[in-house]
């Protein structure tokens, strides 16, 4: 697994990152980030050629990088969960008011080691695969960059796959429900018919005995 460009920002300010090579990810990275505005937290994941775009936007702060696509998303979120935490642990209220690139000289070196060390060291995912970290990270799904920036229309932020089921569960059952009031109110419609249609038929054949409409042979 490779994470080869991270950047840290506070809405479309960029606070810090660091590039392991010359790439376009800093362009997509910002692009994706316009894209995405707003103020809820978010866990989402972007495919882009080999390589995917994962971005966690939590207390204001985004935190964006890219890694090749073989990386699957638990590593890069526990990443990006390590890298928001020790940012605000250590700028604290200052992310609020920090100017672009405010922190860039100090923490791209952190970024730099943390991107080493989760690209490169296999205990990174053993150790944290055992903290259970990423069971706080929301399932996502990956849409096509280049589609969606081509088309100029607003990225979707992805839906967390468990609330997406459950929704689903929920219909299915309203659905199922409905269909059963209306499979009963159609049986008791056909019952009081066909009840309805018995008394009419009852009633010609002892009217027809009774030689008349009145019944009068079998009232007399």
Same mark, same amino acid.
């Given at each position: 697994m490779t994470i080869v460009y991270t950047v840290v920002a506070r809405g479309s300010v960029v606070l810090a990152e660091y590039s392991v090579t010359q790439t376009n990810a800093s362009t997509i990275g910002r692009q994706i980030m316009e894209k995405i505005g707003g103020d809820d937290d978010i *866990? +989402?994941?972007? #495919?882009?050629?080999? /390589?995917? /775009?994962? +971005?966690?936007r939590s207390d204001g702060l985004t935190v964006l990088c890219m890694a090749d696509d073989v990386s699957g998303r638990r590593v890069p979120f526990t990443f990006l969960e390590g890298i928001h935490q020790r940012f605000v642990r250590t700028y604290g209220r200052a992310v609020l008011s920090a100017q672009a690139y405010g922190m860039n000289d100090e923490f791209s070196r952190v970024l730099s080691q943390q991107m080493e060390y989760y690209s490169n060291d296999s205990n990174a995912d053993r150790i944290n695969r055992l903290k259970g970290e990423m069971g706080q990270v929301h399932t996502v799904m990956l849409q096509n960059i280049d589609k969606v920036l081509e088309r100029g229309d607003r990225l979707e932020l992805l839906v967390d796959k468990t609330a997406t089921m459950k929704n689903n569960t929920l219909r299915f059952k309203k659905q199922s429900r409905r269909?059963? *009031?209306?499979? =009963? =109110?159609?049986n008791v419609k056909l019952m009081f018919s066909l009840i309805f249609l018995l008394l009419v038929l009852v009633y010609v054949v002892v009217a027809f005995a009774c030689n008349g409409l009145t #019944?009068?042979?079998c009232l007399a």
């Open positions: *866990n +989402v994941s972007y #495919l882009q050629d080999r /390589f995917m /775009f994962h +971005v966690k269909y059963r *009031n209306a499979i =009963w =109110w159609r #019944l009068p042979s």
